[in-house]
Structures are given as structure tokens and as C-alpha cells.
């Protein structure tokens, strides 16, 4: 079945540690995003992509990094500089081409500090 | 992207249906309206979305006021797994334009 695929379901993060977060899409789509849900409120956006090799940062970026070496791949990494990093983390893909394509996600990871 | 007003929380009796309201009243003319529900603990799945003419898929009805100024998502027979928060967001189309996701709806289908 054609989906997205976010691992782990849970993280556990040290203080002062990276982490690296999975998403891979069989979906053919050309643009993929994270999020942050933090609880009781809505998605933030971290950073997007629309093209392999080429990622935008979006509203709270700061503390993250990505990269998009294949279209299937969008892992992102939590990096020490992020000094609160316990949230609910959502991956998603669109089609890019047609642009009122809605965007699908995946089943998150959540993450929390040791 | 215009701002949406949403109920923080409805009940609904399991088989009736259940009428999700949504405030845009800023909405332009290219801005296109999407519905979304996320279970706890789950990712968001879409469920619907259209820009002037009213909208049917399997899951749902979506239905947009002539001035587009407000929606409402109907689920028409609601069932206990339909519990969800609901979200509704008003976009413009543009490639890798991304979705603002607010607080949303919480439905409560009650048996």
C-alpha cells in the first residue's frame, strides 16, 4: 500500500544529543514537510521541500536540520540546539504539481527528553 | 492565508449526522477550503476539500456558502470512530504552500 512511513513511533533524546528522525514516502510525491504538534495545539511547520536537493525553512526551523538526497527521503534531526524538543513530530508529501492537492501524513513520532 | 473560526468542541448521537461548521470570513477568491481530522496520537488524514462548489466523497459532504465567507463539513451517518478533532483550513493553491493547521474541532460521537 502506498503511504508514508515515519519511525521511530517513540524517542527518547539526552540532553545535549542529536536525533534523527525517518520519513520515507512511497507516494511519488514531489514535496514533503515536518511538523510540531505540541499538545492541545495545532501543527507547526519546521521545513519543506518541493524538490530533491532543495528544502525551505518554515516558521520554527531554529534547532532542526533536513536533508532531501532522494525523493522518498525527508529525515530531519533534532540537534542539541533545540532546547525543547518535546513534541509530537508529523511528516507529510503532496503532489506538487497542481497545486490544491491536499497533503497526507504519516503516524508521527514522539519524542521526549531523558 | 485567511484565518479560521471553529467550535472548540461539538457532541453527536452515533447514526445522525454530524455538521462541522467553519468561519472564513477573510477568504479570497483563490484560497481553496480543506478539512482535515486527526485521531489522538495519529497523524492528520484528509478528508475533503473544494473551492466554490459544494463537494461529496465517500467520507463526507462539504458544503461552501455562495459568499464562501463559511463551510460545513457533514459526516452523514456518524459512527464512534468519527471521534476526532476536525480541522478546517483555508489555503491558496500554490505548490509547496503550507497548510496552517489551528486548534480545531474536538467531535465527540456518543453512543
Known amino acids: 500500500d502506498g503511504g508514508i512511513t515515519q519511525s521511530p513511533k517513540y524517542l527518547f533524546r539526552k540532553e545535549g544529543q542529536n536525533v534523527t528522525l525517518s520519513c520515507e514516502q512511497n507516494?511519488?510525491?514531489?514535496?514533503m514537510y515536518w511538523y510540531r504538534q505540541d499538545p492541545g495545539q495545532g501543527l507547526r511547520l519546521i521545513y519543506y521541500?518541493?524538490?530533491?536537493?532543495?528544502?525551505q525553512k518554515g516558521d520554527i526551523a531554529e534547532g532542526y536540520s533536513v536533508s532531501r538526497e532522494k525523493k522518498e527521503s525527508f529525515p530531519l534531526t533534532v540537534t542539541s540546539a533545540q532546547k525543547n524538543p518535546t513534541a509530537f513530530y508529523l511528516c507529510?508529501?503532496?503532489?506538487?504539481?497542481?497545486?490544491?492537492?491536499?497533503?497526507?501524513f504519516g503516524d508521527g513520532t514522539r519524542l521526549s527528553i531523558l | 492565508d485567511a484565518k479560521t473560526t471553529q467550535p472548540t468542541s461539538m457532541d453527536c448521537a452515533e447514526g445522525r449526522a454530524a455538521n462541522l461548521p467553519c468561519n472564513h470570513s477573510?477568504?479570497?477568491?483563490?484560497?481553496?477550503v480543506y478539512w482535515y481530522r486527526q485521531i489522538h496520537s495519529q497523524g492528520p488524514q484528509y478528508i475533503i476539500h473544494?473551492?466554490?462548489n459544494n463537494e461529496t466523497n465517500e467520507m463526507a459532504s462539504l458544503i461552501i456558502t455562495e459568499d464562501r465567507k463559511s463551510s460545513t463539513l457533514i459526516l452523514p451517518h456518524a459512527t464512534l470512530r468519527d471521534t476526532a478533532v476536525y480541522y478546517c483550513?483555508?489555503?491558496?493553491?500554490?505548490?509547496?504552500?503550507?497548510?496552517?493547521f489551528g486548534t480545531g474541532t474536538s467531535l465527540t460521537v456518543i453512543p
Open positions: 477573510t477568504i479570497s477568491g483563490n484560497e481553496y
Open positions: 507529510a508529501s503532496s503532489i506538487v504539481v497542481g497545486g490544491d492537492q491536499p497533503q497526507h
Open positions: 521541500s518541493q524538490i530533491v536537493n532543495d528544502f
Open positions: 473544494g473551492l466554490k
Open positions: 507516494l511519488n510525491h514531489d514535496a
Open positions: 483550513i483555508v489555503r491558496v493553491a500554490v505548490p509547496g504552500n503550507q497548510f496552517y
